[in-house]
């Protein structure tokens, strides 16, 4: 009689432990959570609006709609800032191509391989830091301001800007630039944008993003 009521409890207890198991793996699992997004950045007229207060206005005639032709509003949200003060540096891709921003340039350092590539690289400074600057080329490479004459040798052939030459050109513009007006540089190799900024603009835009701009174009 003992015998036979171990075996049965024996049997209740592994018909008691399927029931569990059954009603285990019928049990609906939790859901889980989806992943949360990831926050947007600020809008493209937040960012039109922010490098206006900088002292960074898209040209006359130049417009919004402009920016929406040359990328989708979604890149500039992902890659805030940069992504748009790279926009103001190059041209309109429609006649007459004016820049987007008058205060700004884009330097394409790996193509140098003439002194008429420098002479174009400054008057395109030239331009950007709105001081007058005559440029001429014969053996050399002459920059001509209202005082001084420069006469700058640039080594060439190599596809390769000559840094020390360049920081030359833009310190003889930097020195002749009204109050704390300077250059300011966005790095993005082998492209070098250059803006003309205050103090108070560049310290605006580095307050939105930290270390992006450079006070020294060739750091």
Known sequence: MGLKLVVILVVLGLFAAAIVAIHR?????PQRLPAAPPPEGPSLDEQIAGLARAGLHLSPGVTRADIIDFGPEETYRGDPWRLLLLTYSIPVDRPPHPPFCPRACLLQTDGFDSLQDYAEAVAELSRVAEVPCEVTVSDDLHLRF?????????????????????????????????????????????????????????DRIDTLAPDLLSADPLH
């Open 25 to 29: 793996a019928n049990r609906p699992s």
């Open 146 to 202: 209202a005082e001084t004459d420069l006469n700058l040798a640039p080594r060439i052939g190599t596809g390769q800007i000559d840094r020390d030459i360049l920081r030359m050109i833009l310190t003889a513009l930097t020195d002749r630039m009204p109050g704390d007006s300077g250059l300011f540089a966005l790095d993005n190799f082998p492209q070098i944008a250059v803006f003309h900024l205050e103090k108070a603009g560049f």
